[in-house]
């Protein structure tokens, strides 16, 4: 005879360890709030300029630099400079691996939120 409530103590744990699993497995250059909110501005619009995302995301230039170059390095983002005349314009566009890596995301994100939802 099994213990009442025992199976919904198993299903508590599956839940605990899915989502352990989940958010264990969370791509940490992504899953930070500022390079969330620009992988994702970028997701939704073609290109974006510098000062285009630095508005979206309410970011200084400076913290908006760090971020995207750590983006880039990662390969999620490009990022193309040039001049107009003499003003300097940057422009970014999230690249397939960072799609990619952006829909991983929201997948393990989904099965995280499920795991604690459902417990």
Do not use: W
Request: contains cysteine; glycine residues 6%; hydrophobic residues 45%.
């Amino acid at each position: 005879m099994v213990a009442k409530g025992a199976g919904s103590a198993a299903a508590r744990a599956d839940g605990a360890q899915v989502a352990a699993r989940a958010s264990s497995s969370l791509d940490r250059i992504i899953h930070e709030r500022l390079r969330l909110g620009i992988v994702s501005a970028l997701a939704v619009n073609d290109i974006l300029s510098f000062n285009e995302l630095k508005q979206l995301v309410e970011a200084t230039d400076g913290n908006l630099s760090v971020h995207a170059r750590k983006l880039e390095e990662a390969g999620y983002v490009s990022c193309t400079k040039r001049f107009t005349g003499r003003l300097p314009h940057t422009e970014f566009r999230l690249t397939a691996a960072g799609r990619r890596a952006l829909e991983s995301y929201l997948e393990q994100m989904e099965v995280l939120i499920r795991a604690t939802r459902d417990r």
